[in-house]
């Protein structure tokens, strides 16, 4: 049996059906995208009892695949009030996998003021009160020890920071990766949605599960092996991101003149290098940390570390270039230790490391606190911990302080922060901020990769030809990876590998027993946003939601490119 679990947080109840027909073809992003276009009310309150929350394993989870472990988190979005699939690493998807479980569904609101702790294992699904410790302010890293201590040391943990319990707009839902340091499903809110219905934590266990059944054992492994064959190919997935992890790029969009500085005000500074990829792995290996590490099982890219502190004790993992550029560069912090104190803060509260480092720069702007200056950032990110009046604004997210303080020059587009690539000086990527429906999000469509990396071929970053196919493609072929369990940087080497894209299909087909082709891939990939597009366009949105702000209007130096597509160009990417 493929388990549907569907918990019910007003009766304390759930039931453990067979997967619904209409979503057995569906897994990760396709099948949270499509529950909530189907059973989430569009015009629902977030935190209201009609908004449900899903998470979903990906079509390759829980197999030998390289890369297959990553999670899909779906439901109507606090922050932009559209359609949200969230992507995390971790161990939680795996297992989910492997007890048979296609996804799980937490619906209703509890009428009582208790929090919840609900453990989901061969044995179905149990409730207990969340242990008093762990609210109110423990953070995320304690959390997960104390229900690892209870539930035991191998279970998977989804949780809620105070960030989720104060049902703040950045909230995110954290998971324990191997090793029971912190991944996140970041972005959109998604912790103040697990917060309305009183879930503090999900703990799964799988032991005595059935497993992940296979059709076609040799055919799988062959695919499975040519698959990992391109991870370990090409340049990007074995070289840049093991050595360097994400952080890589700051140097390399600094160079591009892209990357974002002063709240947007210039594409280029003079300290990148202080806090980019190169200069964190030195410091990593001088203090004895890990500077390549995986966030699953079965990860071969492994671009996440451990960053220690000056003492040499571990700070953070999952150090990503676009929370180091948004405090580092947007916020005009030069200090990288600064920086990972502050992920660390993010991680242990439970808030979206993007959003509110653009909140921070937001704050920067609005005179809050001074350009660059390290330790009043930690002092105002210290707040959200606290619960102060500024410390809930800030939790909320850029919009939020953008609208508090009466700003204009406010990065957001559907009210999610822009994140770490200049859309003047990378204008592929701007046409997916615009127009995924997701809120200004890269991962939905990373023309990055062909306008700045070349990888997929070449569109020039700094013109507009060609950049409306790009972003519609890349959109369309991650809507679909993104259902497949698989980290979205397998994208580098499977748009350059042909038979790297050829033996993921492979996978799929040996282990269902299918017989898909590239264009049903393509397919799918249309399927899903057009259910979310259908979601948001439900919920109220139109296409003046697909703009960016108007200050990009201004040239972005050095190369002083300005935002620079007409509403006809803009609303003709995702017009298939
Ligand atoms: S490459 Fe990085 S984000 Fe992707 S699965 Fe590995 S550690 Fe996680």
Redesign the pocket.
């Known amino acids: 049996m493929i388990k549907f679990i569907r918990v019910d947080m007003s009766s304390k109840s759930a039931k453990t059906e067979e997967c619904p027909a209409q979503y057995a073809g569906l897994a990760g992003r396709g099948l949270t995208s499509l529950f909530v276009a189907g059973e989430v009310k569009p015009t629902c309150h977030p935190l209201g009892k009609n908004n449900k929350l899903i998470f979903a394993p990906g079509f390759l989870s829980g197999t030998t695949a390289a890369?297959s472990?990553?999670l899909s988190c779906g439901a109507k979005s606090p922050l932009t009030g559209g359609i949200k699939e969230s992507n995390t690493?971790g161990t939680f998807s795996q297992k989910m996998a492997k007890l048979g479980i296609k996804a799980v569904v937490f619906e209703g609101l509890p009428a009582d003021d208790k929090y919840y702790v609900i453990k989901i294992d061969a044995d179905g699904v149990s409730f207990d009160e969340a242990p008093a410790e762990t609210l109110g302010g423990m953070g995320n890293y304690d959390v997960v020890k104390v229900l690892q201590a209870k539930y035991g040391a191998d279970v998977g943990v989804a949780v809620i920071g105070v960030a989720g319990e104060m049902k703040l707009t950045g909230a995110n839902i954290s998971f324990a990766d191997p090793d029971g340091n912190i991944?996140s499903a970041g972005r959109g809110g998604l912790g103040a949605v697990m917060g309305s219905k009183k879930i503090k934590a999900v703990v799964i266990d799988d032991a005595g599960g059935p497993g992940v059944t296979i059709a076609d054992q040799e055919t799988f492994k062959g695919a499975a092996k040519r698959f990992a064959k391109a991870l370990t190919t090409h340049p990007v997935?074995s070289q840049g991101?093991p050595q360097y992890?994400?952080n890589v790029l700051v140097n390399i969009l600094n160079e591009a003149g892209g990357l974002p500085t002063k709240n947007f005000r210039s594409g280029r500074n003079a300290w990148a290098n202080n806090i980019g990829g190169e200069t964190m792995a030195a410091t990593i290996k001088e203090r004895g940390g890990k500077t390549t590490?995986?966030?699953?099982k079965g990860?071969?890219?492994?671009?996440?570390q451990h960053y220690m502190d000056k003492d040499g004790k571990y700070l953070t993992s999952?150090f990503e270039y676009e929370t180091i550029w948004a405090l580092g560069a947007d916020a005009a912090i030069d200090d990288l230790d600064a920086i990972a104190h502050a992920d660390r803060e993010f991680d242990e509260v439970g808030v979206d490391s993007i959003e509110t480092s653009v909140a921070v720069s937001v704050a920067m702007e609005a005179g809050i606190i001074p350009w660059g200056d390290a330790k009043a950032a930690l002092d105002l990110i210290g707040q959200i911990r606290k619960g102060t009046p500024l410390g809930r604004i800030l939790g909320s997210g850029a919009g939020a302080v953008g609208q508090m303080y009466g700003l204009t020059r406010v990065p957001v587009v559907k009210n999610q922060a822009i994140p770490a690539y200049d859309p003047r000086a990378v204008k592929g990527v701007g046409l997916t901020y615009a127009t995924t429906p997701m809120g200004a999000d890269h991962t939905a469509g990373y023309a990055v990769a062909t306008n700045i990396l070349r990888v997929g071929g070449f569109v020039d970053p700094l013109k507009k030809e060609g950049q409306v196919e790009l972003s519609r493609n890349l959109q369309i072929a991650t809507a679909a990876v993104d259902s497949t369990g698989m980290?979205?940087?397998?994208a580098f080497a499977i748009l350059d590998i042909p038979d790297g894209f050829n033996a993921l299909v492979d996978m799929i087909n040996a282990q269902y027993g299918l017989s898909l082709t590239a264009d049903d891939v393509t397919e799918l990939g249309k399927t899903i946003i057009r259910a979310e597009l259908d979601f948001n366009r439900r919920a109220g949105f139109t296409k003046a939601d697909d703009r960016l702000p108007e200050f990009f209007e201004e040239p972005c130096p050095p190369h002083n490119t300005t935002w620079d597509f007409t509403d006809e160009e803009i609303d003709s990417v995702l017009n298939f």
């Not at 990860?299 to 996440?304: A, D, E, G, N, T």
């Open positions: 890369n472990g990553r690493g991944r997935t991101l992890g994400t590490h995986g966030c699953h990860c071969i890219i492994r671009c996440s999952g980290c979205l940087f397998i």
